[in-house]
């Protein structure tokens, strides 16, 4: 019932600049939380950042100062705007919804996943 669409992923060059885009949409009562999460090759998925529905936002230490991300007018589209770009930022970068629907609350949704690369 709840379906993410990920958008935005590329080849960047480092202290290049990409801005992330993930549409939440179907059954749903209400959205708690949208975030990202990111995975390298031979490695596990990691935390980024992720929003709360009143707008606090959360990030990893590594892309602290970075990163931003954010939730216009609380919508159903999160957006991860990714500046100063490093080569160990290179990896899929996951969309995730944590959402109330009709039968169930608190249920997380994950999106299928866009390639970052940043080239040294």
């Known amino acids: 019932q709840v379906q993410l669409v990920e958008s935005g992923g590329g080849l960047v060059q480092a202290g290049g600049s990409l801005r992330l885009s993930c549409a939440a949409s179907g059954s749903m009562l209400s959205i708690n939380t949208m975030g990202w999460y990111r995975q390298a090759p031979g490695n596990e998925r990691e935390f980024v950042a992720r929003i709360f529905r009143s707008g606090f936002t959360n990030y990893a230490d590594s892309v602290k100062g970075r990163f931003t991300i954010s939730r216009p007018n609380a919508e159903n589209t999160v957006y991860l705007q990714m500046d100063s770009l490093k080569p160990e930022d290179t990896g899929v970068y996951y969309c995730?919804?944590?959402?109330?629907?009709?039968?169930?609350?608190?249920?997380?949704?994950w999106g299928q996943g866009t390639q970052v690369t940043v080239s040294s």
């Open positions: 995730n919804c944590n959402a109330n629907t009709r039968y169930y609350n608190g249920s997380e949704y």
